[in-house]
């Protein structure tokens, strides 16, 4: 649930009462704001019976693209270059390594063509969304095109029509394919600072292979928000803890969450020390052992 789209919450808690504020209210201060402290914690310390989304009006228009550039360093700078040009309606920034892209595009090669060459090192799928359809197409065009003159842009491929920018999706989207060769794979949800971004890679490129020789891995994320997706498969047995171990040290070293979008449960609980301090540790553990003190809810996800 994206946290900042619930505007009203109903739940019950662990002894059977029911807390409700399905409010219509945009901006409310009052007092402890328990709503957030609800979602996000996997039904460990209440149900979620209701929630209220706050909507907003559908763009009308939408441009897409697939850009490749020359390194990490120069798709952070066009990040930030495009939240400025694009008039702040870059809505994806979808960043994808070679080693994704190439997977991906190849298994794809008989439903559709690979949209840019091989050989970038990074790859982007980029989308904008506006209201004004006379302008908001060329303004994205021109955007691109300077970037070209920039070298931000190494190769660009501008989505013409609703059937292209859905082929550049799949591209990102229709991953069995990719993945053919990757199972039994161990995967992973992390962020960290987007300065911090190349570096991690780098780490877990080098680190990956010279404890597991022969290791597959593929790289890909909402780069937008910092956050990464890998696969690592290391052969026939998945070894999973020795991989999830040598990757969260590398986490660690970044301040980075072992968690960005897909929560903790029991798989990644006991690395939840990884992004949070004894302190932040205690204070949770406190909030479950108040709210349901007979460990009743969703039991041995998160702590406890
Ligand atoms: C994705 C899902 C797995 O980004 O979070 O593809
Ligand atoms: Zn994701």
């Known amino acids: ?29 009052a ?48 990040l930030r270059r495009l939240e400025v040009s694009l008039s702040g309606r870059l809505s994806s920034f979808e960043v994808m390594w070679d080693d994704f892209y190439g997977a991906m595009t190849e298994a794809q090669l008989s439903k559709r063509p690979r949209p840019l060459k091989l050989g970038y090192p990074i790859y982007i799928l980029l989308e904008a969304l506006g209201g004004d359809p006379d302008s908001d197409p060329a303004q994205f065009e021109r955007v691109l095109a300077a970037e070209i003159d920039t070298g931000l842009i190494a190769d660009a491929v501008i989505a013409g029509s609703e059937r292209e920018r ?90 980075g969450s072992v968690a960005a979008e897909h929560g903790i449960g029991w798989t990644r609980k006991p690395y939840l020390g990884v992004s949070r301090t004894d302190a932040e540790l205690m204070l949770m553990q406190k909030l479950k052992d108040t709210l349901d003190p007979r460990n009743i809810l969703n039991p041995g996800k998160i702590v406890g």
Not at 2 to 29: P, Q, W, Y
Not at 219 to 229: E, P, R, S, T, V
């Open 31 to 78: 007092g402890y704001n328990w709503k957030h402290l609800l979602i996000g914690s996997e039904g460990t310390l209440g149900v979620i019976t209701k929630t209220v989304l706050r909507l907003r009006p559908l763009p009308t228009t939408n441009q897409t693209a697939l850009v490749a550039t020359a390194s990490f360093d120069k798709t952070a700078q066009l």
């Open 166 to 255: 859905q082929a550049l999706w799949a591209v990102r989207e229709d991953m069995a394919g990719g993945y053919a060769n990757m199972h039994p794979c161990t995967v992973f949800d992390v962020s960290m600072g987007l300065a911090d971004m190349a570096g991690f890679v780098a780490d877990v490129r080098k680190e990956i292979p010279d404890r597991f020789p022969g290791a597959r891995m593929l790289f890909y994320g909402h780069a937008g928000d910092g956050n990464l997706h890998m696969a690592i498969h290391v052969g026939k047995a998945p070894r999973t803890d020795e991989v999830e171990s040598a990757v969260f040290d590398l986490v660690r070293t970044v301040k």
């Open 1 to 29: 649930m994206m946290r900042d789209m619930v505007i009203g919450l109903e739940a019950v808690l662990a002894d059977g009462t029911i807390v409700s504020s399905l409010t219509k209210m945009l901006k409310d201060n």
